[in-house]
């Protein structure tokens, strides 16, 4: 969940100094009794329980909170309308060490996995990605030459960024230097299926771009590495006059906080200083702080506006039932805007 508004009305957060995540005030109490990944090891009751058996004492075993979220499940498989033969595969258990893990594998991944700690929430793989997918692949299918893109907070199932990849751009992965390893594990396992991807998009040649991986957070100034990637990419996708490179940036579910907006706006308004360059941004519309990101950004020279031909894409999303089952129309939920700088 995103930023809440408490019992009298204020908004806000605070970091559970349990688990050291970021969590919503209004869902403090249940977050504590029950949610709280340092309560995995426990026997089903908080240490702040009197031992009865009360249902606001009883914690959530790891499996069903799978069954309530496909955010707690062990490893997706995400298929995309354009390959389904050939899914892409999400571990959200990093240190699963297999794609068929027994439950008692699980369980102990569980236990020893702190998503909040380790990872904030790059470790999940969130909806808006595919999303994404559905609109790259519908809008910027081409053979066309001179195209890179980034992808920003891009976690450990980076789908869009992999369908970029797929389109022939060549992409940079960006996230948390602790991210970072596990995206480019991610890829590695994916490698037949992005090619799959491409072939099914029945793009020549069938080389996909190339994915590379650099950590990037939010708010930092861009490193020299980074830098020598655009130079470099931008120079090999068009070679002798990189300006007329195209620069596509992606990010997808990176502001359903508002404290986030900033640093996001920071790091947006420099991408977006080279020329030909844009990008749209993806979320799943929760509360509403989503749509103050559009307002701060416009502080950094930056304009925006929301793409209406969105909602074939959202058509073709295979979104789990879980979250069908909380959002009945994904049209209202998901949206993509387009991001540029003003001249």
Same mark, same amino acid.
């Given at each position: 969940?995103?930023?809440?508004?408490?019992?009298?009305?204020?908004?806000?957060?605070?970091?559970?100094?349990?688990?050291?995540?970021?969590?919503?005030?209004?869902?403090?109490?249940?977050?504590?009794?029950?949610? +709280?990944?340092?309560?995995?090891?426990?026997?089903?009751?908080?240490?702040?329980?009197?031992?009865?058996?009360?249902?606001?004492?009883?914690?959530?075993?790891? *499996?069903?909170?799978?069954?309530?979220?496909? @955010?707690?499940?062990?490893?997706?498989?995400?298929?995309?309308?354009?390959?389904?033969?050939?899914?892409?595969?999400?571990? @959200?258990?990093?240190?699963?060490?297999?794609?068929?893990?027994?439950?008692?594998?699980?369980?102990?991944?569980?236990?020893?996995?702190?998503?909040?700690?380790?990872?904030?929430?790059?470790?999940?793989?969130?909806?808006?990605?595919?999303?994404?997918?559905?609109?790259?692949?519908?809008?910027?299918?081409?053979? @066309?030459?001179?195209?890179?893109?980034?992808?920003?907070? +891009?976690?450990?199932?980076?789908?869009?960024?992999?369908?970029?990849?797929?389109?022939?751009?060549?992409?940079?992965?960006?996230?948390?230097?602790?991210?970072?390893?596990?995206?480019?594990?991610?890829?590695?396992?994916?490698?037949?299926?992005?090619?799959?991807?491409?072939?099914?998009?029945?793009?020549?040649?069938?080389? +996909?771009?190339?994915?590379?991986?650099?950590?990037?957070?939010?708010?930092?100034?861009?490193?020299?590495?980074?830098?020598?990637?655009?130079?470099?990419?931008? *120079?090999?996708?068009?070679?002798?006059?990189?300006?007329?490179?195209?620069?596509?940036?992606?990010?997808?579910?990176?502001?359903?906080?508002?404290?986030?907006?900033?640093?996001?706006?920071?790091?947006?308004?420099?991408?977006?200083?080279?020329?030909?360059? *844009?990008?749209?941004?993806?979320? @799943?519309?929760?509360?509403?702080?989503?749509?103050?990101?559009? *307002?701060?950004?416009?502080?950094?020279?930056?304009?925006?506006?929301?793409?209406?031909?969105?909602?074939?894409?959202?058509?073709?999303?295979?979104?789990?039932?879980?979250?069908?089952?909380?959002?009945?129309?994904?049209?209202?939920?998901?949206?993509?805007?387009?991001?540029?700088?003003?001249?």
């Amino acid at each position: 969940s995103m930023e809440a508004r408490t019992q009298d009305g204020e908004e806000g957060n605070y970091i559970c100094s349990a688990c050291r995540g970021l969590v919503p005030k209004a869902r403090r109490r249940a977050h504590e009794a029950k949610w +709280c990944p340092s309560l995995e090891g426990n026997q089903g009751v908080s240490e702040a329980s009197d031992g009865s058996m009360d249902e606001e004492d009883v914690l959530i075993p790891a *499996e069903m909170k799978a069954l309530l979220s496909p @955010q707690w499940e062990s490893l997706i498989h995400a298929e995309l309308s354009f390959s389904p033969k050939s899914p892409l595969r999400v571990a @959200q258990l990093p240190k699963l060490a297999t794609d068929c893990p027994t439950s008692e594998a699980v369980a102990a991944a569980q236990a020893s996995y702190n998503r909040h700690e380790e990872h904030a929430t790059g470790g999940q793989l969130w909806w808006s990605e595919l999303v994404l997918s559905e609109y790259l692949a519908l809008t910027r299918r081409s053979t @066309q030459t001179g195209r890179i893109a980034v992808a920003l907070g +891009c976690g450990t199932g980076p789908i869009s960024a992999f369908t970029a990849a797929a389109l022939g751009f060549d992409v940079l992965c960006t996230d948390l230097p602790e991210v970072v390893p596990l995206t480019r594990q991610t890829a590695l396992a994916n490698t037949g299926a992005i090619s799959a991807a491409r072939k099914a998009l029945a793009l020549e040649p069938e080389a +996909c771009g190339k994915l590379d991986f650099l950590p990037l957070p939010f708010g930092e100034n861009i490193s020299e590495e980074v830098s020598s990637w655009l130079c470099g990419a931008r *120079e090999a996708a068009a070679p002798g006059e990189p300006e007329q490179c195209q620069l596509l940036v992606l990010c997808s579910d990176c502001i359903w906080q508002a404290h986030r907006h900033r640093p996001l706006a920071v790091t947006l308004a420099e991408m977006l200083r080279a020329p030909r360059a *844009e990008a749209l941004i993806a979320y @799943q519309l929760r509360q509403g702080a989503e749509l103050r990101f559009f *307002e701060v950004i416009a502080h950094y020279n930056l304009k925006s506006a929301r793409l209406d031909d969105v909602t074939a894409a959202v058509d073709l999303v295979r979104f789990p039932p879980q979250l069908l089952a909380s959002c009945r129309d994904p049209h209202g939920s998901f949206f993509v805007h387009r991001v540029w700088r003003e001249s």
